[in-house]
């Protein structure tokens, strides 16, 4: 098994609201990353944590941001919501050698 | 700056044919591994196999079998006897052992469907 949670698997949101995605990597694992998966684009990584700190970032605009807490869990926000952010949001525990990957949360921006 | 290139955009195979998936690979790291991943329709990405760098021995196991060339740069990855259910999409992606942490660089993507 994965051993990676995501909260909500679906959402819709409106042009210019904000939304949280949640992510619960299993216990006592520390890393978590995230990634963008849109049909043009493809999987674009957005940023990883270790230990509650930022230890990577993508190259995304300054709307798309996360954070990690004590417990190992994530969140990645976007604010102002483009249409463009419309994709599916995959979270990953990430290791030294490979990256298992939960269900991930579908995202239609309206 | 790492690359992965899957030429492939779609394959479409009759159930037990054999089927070869692309992948190309551009990295300045000269310790790195490689993946393939499968997503169904449900999303996930299911984690295949990974080689590392220094380790050219390809791979059976079971129906899947992998080709890491360094001296192309390629890690195509064979599925044989292929049935419905392989019917996914597949990426190939690249990790540099250092410096970069978890971040993993896909290509993008081969949608294969396998038809009964």
């Known amino acids: 098994k994965a051993g990676v949670t995501q909260t909500p698997r679906y959402l819709i949101k409106t042009r210019g609201q904000q939304v949280t995605l949640s992510c619960s990597p299993i216990?006592?694992?520390?890393?978590v990353s995230w990634y963008q998966q849109t049909p043009g684009q493809g999987l674009q990584f957005l940023f990883e944590?270790?230990?509650?700190?930022?230890?990577n970032k993508g190259n995304f605009p300054g709307r798309f941001s996360g954070r990690q807490f004590s417990n190992s869990r994530s969140e990645m926000n976007v604010s102002t919501l483009e249409l463009g952010d419309s994709a599916l949001y995959l979270c990953?525990?990430?290791?030294?050698?490979?990256?298992?990957f939960g269900q991930g949360t579908r995202l239609t921006v309206v | 700056a790492q690359k992965v290139t899957q030429a492939q955009t779609e394959i479409s195979v009759v159930e037990k044919e054999d089927v070869t998936l692309d992948c190309v690979y551009e990295t300045r790291d000269t310790t790195y591994y490689l993946f393939w991943y499968k997503q169904p329709p449900s999303g996930e990405l299911v984690f295949l196999i990974r080689?590392?760098?220094?380790?050219?021995q390809n791979e059976i196991s079971g129906r899947y079998s992998w080709n890491f060339q360094k001296s192309t740069s390629s890690f195509n990855f064979t599925i044989t006897a292929s049935q419905v259910v392989d019917s996914a999409v597949y990426f190939c992606a690249s990790k540099a052992v250092y410096n970069q942490g978890g971040k993993l660089i896909f290509g993008q993507g081969t949608e294969l469907s396998v038809k009964p």
């Open positions: 990953a525990r990430p290791s030294m050698s490979e990256a298992f």
């Open positions: 944590y270790f230990s509650e700190t930022q230890r």
């Open positions: 216990s006592g694992h520390r890393s």
């Open positions: 080689r590392n760098s220094f380790d050219e």
